[in-house]
């Protein structure tokens, strides 16, 4: 069964000029954009913070104390096979308190990252983001 649809001429014109527009548009990512960006990186990928021969080159020593380890009991022996959630013991919930994992604190405070990968990331998340942005479109 093949029926024919009556489109509206100004909804088809609205269709093909969307039409004209993404193909204008992929035309000029595979003629001009994408050639251009290949050179870019290809420069990028010459450069001397990608040509690393030796990772001790961009090795950052980190000075910190291991804190001591933290013990856990297996509570599931078989001594008790309740599996219901256990209430706070004044049996009203705590407003403030918001759950989740504890989490253990560097002894020494906040620990330095390595500026030479920072300065690598810094550099290759934008032209990353742009090659997903363009392929997208």
Known sequence: MSSLLKVDRELKSKVETFR?????????????????????????LREPILNVTDLKEIHSEIKFRVPEPILFTNSHDGMDTNTRK???DDGLADESWQGGTKTAVMPEGII???????????????????????CNT
């Open 112 to 134: 330095k990252c390595n500026t030479k990968l920072v300065d690598l990331i810094e550099r290759v998340k934008p032209e990353i983001r742009t090659l997903i942005e363009k």
């Open 86 to 88: 256990r209430k706070l």
């Open 20 to 44: 004209t527009q993404i193909s204008s548009e992929a035309e000029h990512l595979v003629a001009c954009f994408f050639p251009k960006k290949l050179l870019e990186l290809d420069q990028f």
